[in-house]
């Protein structure tokens, strides 16, 4: 029952860049890229939705319109996705 | 006699309901690239793009009806 | 048949809601959270001192465990995630996932049986807390302007869609994380505390003033109320840890250089 003590590092990826040769954001370490990655789509989605639907929101108060709002939805969801695939679906 | 009062509006029930296909999605996805590093470690850095591409497509989707729950009156 | 289980029965249920989570003052203003914090505070100061005391360099029992939280978190969050650098933010890391651990078990403690971080502004100032270092460690490294660039700017974009990407990557970066690491933490608490009192509560009123066959059916209240329990034990760990580690993959990230 010695636990971790055996141990005197972590245990290298197979790739000897560290695995973080093809991302294109600064995270490259091993097995916690995908941690990082899964919340970082999240935060990436929530913004795109939130602030272009917000701006969306804005132009449709003040133009009257009720339909902004998806519009900007829309492309808010679509630039996140777009921003997603350029830092994390390149393999 | 009234057996149980619920409040609120029906943007709350259609959230939930819109929520049930991104969860069964995104747990098919990651069940895949589990699947798919067990059988071969080295194919890891390979499917975690493609996993995370797939994650974020459903996970927009639930996203959606999240914000539109609230937009929507 | 209906009458067999009576949902409106008596003075009825009063579902718990978030009035539950607030407290009367003890004295002066202190309420039961703050007390929690404040012996949560010294529990880990407590601990980590009377385990690292007299260290010898063949560890005995207690120095054994206190040193097994340090090596948690040193190798299996700070090492991994951060890389070369990891050494100077070991500290902060222990002190957090010792902070936020101690107040999650709080939540299924017999006696005491309160997560304080079910209380917004507690994961709030967490969240604020490693915001802070993460951008600090990233502006002192880089200096502001080109921080900001890292941050904002993805290699490989066509310059007409900059100014549709810019602000989303601000956002999700400086915005959004400090916000989902407090939320995830509070929601997490919030709703596992709820549940408990759900089934506890509901079993207990069921018990004593159901009717018709309301008590015989409690003890499954019961039951899903320990099942709940152990389930709660899980997730307050877990939700310690994805803390920690998030702190500690978004101080990597900011230390990261382009390629």
Known sequence: MTGRSGQSDSDGPTDPTGGGAGRSDGSGRHEDAGAYAAYSVIGYLLAGLLFWGGVGFALDRWLGTNFLVLIGMLVGGAAAMYLIYVRYGKA | ?73 | MLSLVTLAAGPGFEAPDSGDFQFPDIAGGITKPMVLVVLSVVIVFGFFMLTGRRALVVPNRAQFAGESVYRFVRDGVAQDAIGPEFARFVPYLTALFSFVLVNNIFGIIPIIQFPSMSRIGFPAVLAIVSWLVFNYVGVKRKGLRAYLKQVVYPPGVPTWILPLIIPLEFIQTILTRPLTLGLRLFANMFAGHLMLLVFILGGEFMLLHGSGALPFLSPFAFLMGIAMTIFEALIQVLQAYIFVLLTALYIAGALADEH
């Open chain 2, 1 to 73: 006699m009234a057996l149980a009062a619920v409040n609120g509006t029906v943007n709350l029930v259609g959230y939930g309901l819109s929520a049930i296909g991104p969860g069964i999605g995104v747990g098919l996805i990651f069940a895949a690239y589990v699947s798919g590093v067990a059988r071969q470690p080295e194919s890891r850095n390979l499917l975690q793009p493609i996993a995370i591409l797939g994650f974020a497509l459903a996970e927009a989707l639930a996203l959606f009806g999240l914000v539109l729950a609230f937009v929507i009156k």
